[in-house]
């Protein structure tokens, strides 16, 4: 099934966190696909903050590689920068599979750096930017 969801701003982000997660149902591996600037960690935070994460507590793990959250339920949620990951190893040396395969919520960013290395139930959400400077996320499932 297709979805999607457009954000028409960054006065919408909230509600299209919101709405996202709960299209997203019971998938735990989110994968967000999208050219530099599109809003992937903007996005994240989003998500992260309508999960009950201090919003404070939230930054792009660029340099970390994961940052772990957590929630309003106390439950942890990864959210992955590989965009400086230049060989699958790099991912690997960090536990890569411990966080995936935890069935906690990952989200992350760049992931075609680890394509390979993703399970096959890796949800892939893609965000594409308008001329309006509107989001649209799209995914199936």
Known sequence: MKHEIVIKGLEDLD???EAFLKEI???TLVAFYAPMGAGKT???TAICKALG???DAISSPTFAI???YRGGNGRPI???DFYRIDKPAEALDIGLY???DSGELCLMEWPENVEDLLPEETLKVQIRVQADNSRILSWED
């Open 15 to 17: 509600r299209a966190a």
């Open 25 to 27: 149902g019971d998938h």
């Open 42 to 44: 903007t996005f994240t």
């Open 53 to 55: 994460v201090e919003e």
């Open 66 to 68: 994961v940052n772990e």
């Open 78 to 80: 990864f959210h992955f």
């Open 98 to 100: 411990d966080y995936l």
